[in-house]
């Protein structure tokens, strides 16, 4: 199917031309100095500049414990930018721009830090007028969030009469179930609930956010979303990267925690929630929480029947380079039994879905960069095309490309022209490029904007990370208690383990081929 071409206003950060700007506000970033400021952060801030969709009342302070001088940061942020931006680099803007930037350096633990930088809050406010607003962003590693956040509020820089307060939490937030509900505790003695804004990067991709737009604004597919016409969906995450030099993070953490608990489950939430009453934060959120809620949580025999954990050995990498296996990455231990790839099934047990299984898998070193969502709806009966050369029929797929390819495609089936009755499988699609001129951005534009709007929802609440982490838990109890003996178990630049074939084979069902 060819598209329409749609000339739109997008921006970088993906909103439309007639937005308004955030609310002034001044930014304080904790952990200035780190990778996720210059690789994320920073880009995303100029691309809110750049399209006019932050006010011009704004300040940044950068906060860490690298020693600099705002203006060694300064230096720091102009080669940072020119190394990351998704846009072209446009010195004088930059100028105007990067002189927003003022840095302290100290300990997170040291209430001088706090002092100091509610000083520099009242400085550059008064100057910038800002009206008081100020959003905090933990940038760090997440062993310190709960410090920070117990920091803020002891030195009673979370609230104000003047202005709100808000505070982002990066993830991963806590390790396990226990660490989460402890973290929230320690953030809720000082916060308030819609203070808090806890990042899920995944539901700043267009694509994501696309899904709810996607069920909700056309009429044709809700009544086909339930058990009376799917038969499963597969969620696949594959990153074609191995571990690089992040091994001494995910040697402790592992791909259920690093992706499945937090981004796929959020995905999940998305495509199988019911219809939320409005688009409000909270009508969404509701439903998200309750989709989790009927999540079933696994029984140890389950999940040594329905989840599959793998770990790579060495193989290629994407330039047919020969790859070092996980286990000899750096900072990992040569002995690891962390999986760096896994696939489970779930089940949802509401009245929507009971009875249709759902597929994820995620994993690292993988054959190619992709994620997709795909969803198998039933055959038709087979049994009207007897007497004819078609011996059977295949089953209607809706595909929902989330990257590095963006679009939704729809599989069915056609007549092949001539004479007899012959079938084949083609595809109707549709692509963002093709459609809109959206330009790319980070991903993290939208959720800063957000934030500074006061719409809280493409983030995360209490009770729905809790719950996330509630179906992730007995998976991670039975993976501890019987470390996997056949690590390695796949080859890097592979599609995983075999039992995870197996996995679904054993339904009958196979992971859609991607190529
Ligand atoms: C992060 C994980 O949350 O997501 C990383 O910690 C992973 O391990 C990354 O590589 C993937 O993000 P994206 O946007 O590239 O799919």
Redesign the pocket.
Same mark, same amino acid.
């Given at each position: 199917m060819k598209n329409t071409k749609v000339v739109s206003q997008s921006s970088i950060a993906g909103t439309h031309g007639s937005d308004p700007c955030a609310e002034p506000a001044t930014i304080v970033i904790f952990g200035a100095s780190g990778d996720l400021t210059k690789r994320l952060l920073l880009p995303a801030l100029w691309n809110l500049y750049c399209d006019n969709l932050l006010s011009d009342r704004f300040a940044i302070i950068g906060a860490s414990n690298a020693e600099l001088t705002t203006e060694e940061f300064r230096n720091n942020l102009t080669e940072n930018i020119q190394d990351f931006s998704t846009r072209d680099f446009e010195p004088d803007r930059w100028a105007g721009f990067v002189k927003k930037f003022s840095y302290l350096v100290g300990n997170f633990g040291d209430p001088k830090l706090f002092k100091n930088i509610q000083a520099e809050i009242d400085k550059v406010s008064k100057e910038n007028n800002t009206g008081g607003n100020v959003l905090y962003y933990t940038a760090t590693p997440p062993v310190v969030f709960g410090l920070l956040a117990r920091m803020i509020g002891e030195a009673g820089m979370n609230k104000s009469d003047k202005g709100w307060r808000r505070l982002i939490i990066e993830?991963p937030f806590g390790s396990d179930l226990e660490s989460c509900v402890n973290l929230s505790k320690d953030i809720l003695t000082h916060w308030e609930e819609d203070q808090i804004y806890r990042i899920d +990067?995944y539901l700043g991709k267009e694509t994501v956010q696309n899904l709810l737009t996607f069920r909700f604004s056309n009429g044709i597919f809700e009544p086909l979303w339930n058990k009376n016409y799917v038969d499963h969906i597969q969620f696949t995450?594959a990153?074609r990267v191995g571990v690089e030099l992040r091994g001494g993070y995910y040697d402790k953490t592992g791909v259920l925690k690093?992706?499945m608990q937090n +981004?796929m489950f959020q995905m999940l939430a998305y495509l199988c929630m019911e219809t939320p009453n409005s688009f409000q934060a909270d009508a969404i959120r509701n439903e998200k929480a309750k989709l989790l809620e009927a999540v079933r949580i696994m029984e140890p025999q389950a999940v040594l029947e329905d989840c599959v954990r793998g770990q790579y050995g060495p193989g290629t990498d994407q330039n047919d380079e020969p790859m070092v296996g996980y286990r000899q990455a750096p900072d990992v231990n040569p002995e690891s039994h962390t999986e760096t790839f896994a696939a489970v099934k779930l089940h949802v047990d509401n009245w929507r879905w009971v009875g249709v299984p759902i597929y994820l898998r995620s994993g690292k070193a993988l054959s190619r960069k992709y994620?997709e969502i795909v969803i198998r709806f039933k055959k038709a009966p087979e049994v009207l095309f007897r007497d004819t050369p078609v011996d059977h029929l295949e089953a209607n797929e809706l595909v929902f490309n989330i990257?590095p390819e963006q679009g939704i495609e729809i599989k069915f089936q056609a007549k092949v022209p001539g004479v007899s009755m012959h079938l084949q499988n083609v595809r109707m699609q549709f692509e963002y490029e093709d459609a809109f001129q959206a330009a790319r951005g980070t991903?993290y534009e939208r959720l800063i904007y957000d934030c500074m709007v006061g719409d809280a929802t493409l983030f995360s609440r209490t009770d729905l990370v809790e719950q996330a982490w509630r179906i992730a838990q007995p998976i991670l109890d039975v993976w501890r208690a019987l470390p996997a003996r056949d690590f390695p178990n796949y080859t890097a630049g592979t599609w995983g383990p075999k039992s995870a074939n197996n996995l679904l084979a054993r339904d009958g069902r196979a992971w859609r081929i991607i190529d």
């Open positions: 993830k +990067h995450v990153e690093d992706m +981004h994620t990257q991903g």
